[in-house]
Each structure stands twice: as C-alpha cells, then as structure tokens.
C-alpha cells in the first residue's frame, strides 16, 4: 500500500480560499505530486462541508491575506508591482493567486510576462493559473503567453505553463469515472430490476439499478442511493464483488463500474418517473433467461458472481474504514475480510 | 452488472473527428448518459490509436462533411447563415462543431445567440461547445453568453449550456484518479522497495513502488509499468489485493489506489534518478518494523494482506477479458475466481 505510506504529507500542501471557501490544494509536479495526488486523504482540504475532522499535518495551517497557507511551505507573494502574487509550491512550482489577477486584461498580459520571467530566472517549473469564471476574459491572454488548459469545472478554469526544457511533470487531470451497479435479492430469490426510460436498446429489457457515485461520495453509498432513487426500495451494503474497467469513455475518459451486493431493508417499489420507466422483483432465472445475457459475457459473468455470493460460493470485499498517520483522517480499504488475515 | 447491459448503445452515440483524428461522442441528458457514460465499452470512440476491433454499433457509421456520424441518430446541420453548425444527441440536446466555429468574435457572438434562441424554441436541453485552444477568444464570449465549463484538458476546453428551467441532468466531468501500487517479493522473502526523491516525509523511509495509470492504461499494466520504471525490475500480474477510496484530493477530485501482487521476473535494480532516491529488496519484518507501519493502520493493514496473499491465505481479483454483445468490444472483469463459479 505504499500509495498510502509515501505520500507527501500535508505539510507540503498549499490551500488558498476561494470565493466559494473550499481551499485547493497545491503538490504538482509529478515526480511527488502524482504520487500525493494519488493519496487524497494526506491531503485532505479544510471544506467546510466536510464531514472528516480536522487533524494531523493542517494543525498548522496559518491564516494569511485571505489564504490558508500551510507553514512551513510558503514563500511571500511577490512585491514587484508588475508581477503577480503567487506562492512556491514544495515541487520548485508557483500557485498564482486567482483572488487577486487584474481586472484589466492588458494590466493581466503585462503582469503574466513580467512574472514568467521572474519565475524562469528563479528556475520556477510548473505554474498553476486558476481563472475564475467572472474573468474569463483573462482565458485567451493565458493561452496566448503559452498556458495550456488543465481541467475545469463549473466556475473555474485551470491552466499550467511548464518552464524547463525537459518534459512536463505536472500531473495529469481527473480521468475517471465512477459507476455502480446495485444486485439486490429477497427471500424468494427475487432479484430487484429496473427497466430505464431512455430511447435507446437499454430500455429494452430488465436491467440491475445503475448509476454514477457523486462527489465525494463512497461506492457503497452510491449503489444504495441509486437503488433508493430509482427503486424506493432501502438496502445496505454487504459486499463489492466484481468491478469492470472500461476505457475511451466519452470524451476519453475511462471508467469503473462496481458491482455491489445490498441487502434490502424494503421491499416496496416507488420509481423514479425521471429515469425508470418500471421495476419489479424478478427471479433471477428469468433476468438470466432475457436473450441478452446469453450473448453477453461481461455482464453474464458478473450476474453469475452475483448469484455466488448470493449463496455464500464466492466473497468480494467489504469496505473497512482505516485511519491514517499523516493527516488523521479516515478512507475505505476494500478487501476479503473472509481470508485468513 | 447492470450497467453494463442497460447502456444507451453505440447507434444513440455521434462522434466527429477532432483535428487529431480523435473522434469524440456524446450521449448528454443524465437519465441516460449518465448510465451511457457509465459503460466505456459500449461507446468506444473510432480511435485510430485503438487497440480494440471496430464492431458492432459502430458499423453503421457513415462519414459526412468530414465528421464520423452515426446514422440515425443524425439531423442535418442547420443552414441558417446565423446559426452555428451543431448535430442533435439522442437526449434532446445539441453539440456544435468545433471545427466550424466563426473565427471572429462578434460572428461567433451573435451566432451562439441566435442558435441559442433557435434551441430553446425547438425545447433541446443541453448544449456542448468545445473550443480548441485555438480559439480561446471565444471562451469569454460563452462565458458571457450563459455557458458554464465542464472539463477541459490540454488543447480544449468543454463548455456546457442548459436551457430548461429545471435541475441540469448533464453529466459531471470525471472525478477519479487512479493510482497503483505494486507488491514484489522475491523467493527470500524479500519485497522491492523504494525511496522517493522528493522534499517531504515520504522520502524519510522505505515504501513500495506506486504511480498513478496513464489514459486508457489498465490497472495491471500501470502497476507494472510503474514498479519497471521505479526499479527496472519487470513483473508479471497476479491478482489485485486491495483498493482504497480516499476523497477531496487536489482540486476536490477523488482517488482510488489499487494494490496489485505482482511477481518479480527479473531482479537487478536500476533506479529512475528522477524520481527515487534509492530501491532495494528489503526483508518484509524490516519493512513493516518502520515506525510509520506502527502508526498508520491504513497502510499497515494492506501490507499485511500482501503478505497474507504471497503466503495464500488471501485471494484478491484477478483481471479476466471479456466481450460486450453491444459493441463487441473487450474490458476487463475484476473478481475473485478462487471462489467457486
């Protein structure tokens, strides 16, 4: 797990507020960063909406000019009035403060040339540029000076620039994402199906309740909150037994779909109108039965492993909830709790 | 494994051809798409960079006006000299092509207005606009128009605009990234790790090799790809262990890091300089008597399943190919198939 034990801990993150207060975080170029990256709960942001208590490496987050910056990590924004104010990230990269960029676009270009040059002569690497929504505008000079786009969602864009003469290390952005698939059974080996309203074959026959976790969320919270929506029916979780790996998504993205195990806890059917267009327990002969799973491996082989769980032939792993070192916080490890360990 | 049979199937995707001959696709309103993009495979993109067979669904693509399309699902460009060129989607929405979009500002602006205005009236809901870097003097224009950003990466960005007056059903952009970590422990009882080169705690002490997959990659082929380049030895797959889910990582994305055993197939070590400080075989009691294993329950945990699994008392997923009736295409199935099935 050395994901987990190698992470750049918290003391080399940077958080900065933004309008909306949640702090962003900072660990980029990629010979660590990608690494810390890949080890989210040492880097855990102050959200105020988060549900994790605040421990470990943020003990020492210092308040300053509006920012959460945590010491020992900070150098002062420079005073040179042409430049921008940015902060050093622990990678030799500079955090431009998207708080405080000219509202004019010629004072922004100006500004951007003055402070890419400072940064190469200090023998700066990756540059980070978050442009809020409110000064798009400030998008095209971006560009024009050689940033190229990095991700975006709503109300901001990042962009980066890449300094040395060698290959960018920053890391790459968010590439995934993440679906579930809920298999609930009852007494009566009847399994809980769906049939989606949508003008497409999916719709055409009975089908497991699928969807995509939210932000933030588990998996085994989003396969018992889309079986709740789109059935009414309460479960909890019990096993992930199976997941697919499916790449070139739209847009290029890949994704995860997991399979998950519940136990109902209900077994009354309210559908979602929006999305379903009928559900019903159905015996698991006949959800096999439909011509589909006959001529499709994939999603034969995962409702096989369904059933031998179902009837105690085969264990997936449970979801255990671990604490650790670096920041206090607590995540999920999924394993086989069912092995001799 | 529902959703990986109720997926909107490749006739409801569109994908045109992007300057880099990567064609995109989109199935948009939520109650599908949402399942849509949940299934990768059966959406796969006409790449000519990809691995996989051309089948199923996407035989009935036709080319037209130098876009890939697929027949049905296509309404002609509008020819309204003010309008922008744009293609229906199977869920009421509309995507414009980027490759046609008016070079000049104003043409552009008064264009996106009209075409807006044509949209609401014919009820489509979701509007896509991806914008080349190229062309980045149109983001603020957009912007300003009522688009939000969705995503972006390197060479364009994506900007969304809803027209009903109800909760937006569009997809999110991903959320994920994906992180390896290999376990390899040779016949002595000794597991490859490594120090890594970088300014935080992390570097303090021994770890295992870890990384993050790249685009497409598979979670195998990262894990080994990752240990050859941190250490020059090569592995082959064994089974995935154990996974953990931890959140708000960099910019509120998610993570998932997958531990996978692997077997050593060569041993001299030849360190990457740029990222590790040093690798070694290391004893695993040496290993976890680190004072971090002591502390950290998280890591410790899963280094014990290593164990527990190189010593057979624990059976993880193995990666088993399978085929999807809808486009004939291949994805991997992880599970446990030491259980009876």
């Given amino acids: 797990m050395a994901a987990v034990v190698d992470a750049c801990q918290l003391g ?22 990608f690494k810390w990256l890949s080890k989210g709960f040492l880097s855990k942001p102050i959200l105020k909406s988060s549900p994790l208590p605040f421990h470990g490496g943020m003990s020492n987050v210092q308040k300053k000019k509006g920012f959460h910056v945590l010491s020992p990590n900070i150098s002062s924004p420079s005073t040179a009035v042409e430049s921008l104010e940015a902060w050093d990230d622990e990678y030799d990269g500079v955090i431009i403060n998207p708080q405080s960029l ?5 004072a922004f270009a100006s500004a951007l040339r003055a402070s890419l ?20 505008d400030l998008v095209p000079i971006a560009i024009q000076e050689g940033f190229n786009y990095h991700h975006a969602e709503s109300g901001y864009v990042m962009l980066t620039y890449w300094i040395p003469d060698e290959p960018c290390l920053l890391p790459a952005s968010p590439s995934h994402q993440i679906g579930v698939a809920g298999f609930v059974i009852n007494d009566k080996k009847q399994v809980l199906v769906v049939k989606e309203k ?10 497991l309740p699928t969807g995509y976790i939210n932000k933030s969320e588990d998996i085994f919270d989003g396969a018992i909150r889309e079986v709740k929506e789109e059935t009414g029916v309460d479960t909890i979780f019990l096993e992930m037994v199976a997941f697919r790996h499916a790449h070139l998504v739209a847009f290029e993205t890949s994704d995860l779909l997991f399979v998950c195990m519940l136990k109902p806890l209900s077994y009354e059917i309210t559908i979602d109108e929006k999305e379903i267009e009928d559900a019903k327990w159905m015996p698991i ?24 769980a179902y009837e105690n032939r085969y264990s997936g792993f449970i979801a255990n909830q671990l604490v650790s070192k670096f920041d206090g916080q607590l995540s999920y490890l999924y394993y086989d709790e069912s092995n001799q360990i």
Same sequence: chains 1, 2.
């Avoid at 000219?102 to 010629?106: E, H, K, R, V, Y």
């Avoid at 040059?117 to 798009?136: A, C, D, P, R, T």
């Fill in 117 to 136: 040059s400072h940064w190469k002569f200090k023998g700066k690497k990756g540059v980070w540029l978050q442009i809020l929504q409110e000064q798009s």
């Fill in 285 to 308: 002969d006949e959800l096999l039965g439909q011509p589909f799973y006959q001529e499709d491996h994939m999603s034969k082989k995962a409702i096989e492993i369904c059933i031998a």
């Fill in 198 to 207: 949508c003008p497409c074959r999916c719709s055409g026959f009975w089908k």
């Fill in 12 to 33: 080399t993150g940077f958080y900065f507020q933004r309008l909306i207060e949640e702090p962003r975080s900072s660990s980029w170029a990629k010979n660590c960063s």
């Fill in 102 to 106: 000219p509202s004019s676009a010629n």
